[in-house]
C-alpha cells in the first residue's frame, strides 16, 4: 500500500487557469510534507511544511499542510507553461523521504 | 559549492556485469540516499546513510549495496547487473538536523542494462 498518494496522476490545463495538487500521507514518525517540481532533470525544492494551517508561497505557488486530515495542497494560480512539469510531494518520516507518484502538469498556450 | 555531484552521468551495461556509482556533497551533511525512478513513477529510496560509517536499507534495496566510507561520499554499486535496474539514479543529501529536511539532489544517472 502507497504510504503517499498524489491526485490527480495527470492534468491538462490553458494558461491563465488556477490548479490545485494533491497530496495524502501516513502519520508515522511525521517530520514535515515537501514539494518538489521536476522538469527533465533532478527535483528542484519548492516548499517544506511541518506546522498545520500555516501557508507557504513563493510567487503564483503555494502550499498548506493539514495533519489532522493527514494531506497537503499545491496551489498554482494563473498558470504559465513554463509550470509544466511532473510535480512531487514527500513525506519526511524517521529519517526516510517517501515520495508520491507524482502529478503530471501541462500548460498549454 | 558544487552541491551534490554524480558520476558517471550516463552508462551502458551488459546483464550481468558491475558497476559504482559515485555520489558525493561538499555541504557536510550527514544524510545522503539512492533513488531510482523509472519512467512516469516517483522516486523509490534504495538505501540511505544518516552518518559516515552507517547504512541502512529502503524501500527497493535488492540487487544493490552502499557504501559510506567518508561523509562527503556515498556509493551505490550494482554486482550484477539486470536489465530491471535500468533507471535514472538519483542521489540527494541533506542536513538531518531535525528543523531542516529539504534533500538536495544530484543531476541523475542514466544507466541503461543491456
Known amino acids: 500500500e502507497d504510504k503517499v498518494v498524489q491526485s490527480p496522476l495527470s492534468l491538462v490545463v490553458h494558461e491563465g487557469d488556477t490548479v490545485t495538487l494533491n497530496c495524502s500521507y501516513e502519520v508515522t514518525n511525521f517530520r514535515s510534507l515537501l514539494w518538489y517540481k521536476q522538469e527533465k532533470k533532478a527535483p528542484t525544492f519548492l516548499f517544506m511544511l511541518?506546522?498545520?494551517?500555516i501557508e507557504k508561497k513563493s510567487g503564483r505557488l503555494s502550499s498548506i499542510l493539514d495533519k489532522k486530515e493527514l494531506f497537503s495542497i499545491l496551489n498554482i494560480t494563473a498558470t504559465q507553461t513554463g509550470d509544466s512539469a511532473i510535480y512531487l510531494c514527500?513525506?519526511?518520516?524517521?529519517?526516510?523521504?517517501?515520495f508520491g507518484g507524482g502529478t503530471r502538469l501541462m500548460v498549454k498556450p | 559549492n558544487a552541491g551534490v555531484t554524480q558520476t558517471p552521468k550516463f552508462r551502458v551495461l551488459k546483464t550481468g556485469q558491475s558497476m559504482t556509482l559515485l555520489c558525493a556533497q561538499d555541504m557536510n551533511h550527514e544524510y545522503m540516499y539512492w533513488y531510482r525512478q523509472d519512467p512516469g513513477m516517483g522516486l523509490r529510496l534504495i538505501h540511505y546513510s544518516v552518518g559516515e560509517g552507517t547504512t541502512a536499507k529502503g524501500e527497493v534495496p535488492d540487487g544493490y549495496n552502499v557504501s559510506r566510507l567518508k561523509k562527503q561520499n556515498f556509493l551505490l554499486g550494482l554486482e550484477s547487473a539486470a536489465p530491471s535496474q535500468t533507471s535514472v539514479y538519483f542521489c540527494a543529501s541533506c542536513p538531518g538536523i531535525p528543523s531542516y529536511n529539504e534533500q538536495f539532489f544530484g543531476p541523475g544517472t542514466r544507466l541503461t542494462v543491456l
Open positions: 514527500a513525506e519526511f518520516a524517521g529519517n526516510m523521504l517517501t
Open positions: 511541518t506546522s498545520s494551517g
